[in-house]
């Protein structure tokens, strides 16, 4: 067989990834639209190739210029260490700290937030009563704050009872002490 009968034959079998490709492959490729990478090629800020009137897009040279793109914009570097678990407890902490303290209770939304958990654990702690439930709100689930601040603390006391309601006449006794 001759070249002229089977076209191509003579390219070897990873030519076809080194092939070149048109510019609606280089904007799939990179997400954008056609006109706009035509705009860059004209422009010289994307690696191309002109064969008299076409623009061509060599695969190998555009992602080699994405990953120099990528490295120049400051992505992260795949060697750069994840957070230590000493840096988590301190941005943790560093967290706690921004949370109003002054709140008196909190819904089951915020407690989970706090915690770094899920509601459903939320609900467990309260069952076991690790956390204390403070008066609903409907049915809002309301949670008193110190005792979610206590279980964070990791305190081995026991956590801060809630306040106790006094009866109606127990107050007025003590309003009536109080007046001269």
């Known amino acids: 067989m001759s070249r002229a009968s089977k076209p191509f034959a003579y390219l070897s079998a990873d030519s076809a990834v080194t092939a070149l490709r048109s510019p609606e492959w280089a904007a799939e490729y990179l997400g954008m639209d056609v006109a706009w990478v035509l705009e860059a090629a004209e422009r010289g800020e994307v690696p191309c190739i002109r064969l008299r009137t076409a623009i061509r ?33 301190a941005l943790r902490t560093d967290l706690r700290a921004l949370a109003s303290t ?44 110190a005792s979610v601040e206590w279980l964070l603390a990791g305190d081995a006391a026991k956590p801060p009872s809630p306040p106790r309601r006094r009866a109606a006449t127990q107050i007025e006794t003590e309003i009536l002490r109080l007046k001269p």
Do not use: H, Y
Request: net charge positive; hydrophobic share 40%; aromatic share 4%.
């Open 102 to 145: 002054s709140d008196v209770a909190i819904s089951a939304d915020e407690a989970a937030r706090r915690l770094g958990c899920g509601r459903t654990r939320v609900f467990e702690l309260l069952k076991q009563r690790a956390l204390l439930r403070a008066k609903s709100c409907g049915r809002r689930t309301m949670i008193i704050a």
């Open 57 to 89: 897009f060599d695969p190998v040279a555009i992602k080699a210029w994405v990953r120099a793109r990528s490295k120049q914009s400051g992505a992260p570097k795949e060697t750069e260490s994840t957070p230590t678990t000493k840096e988590l407890r």
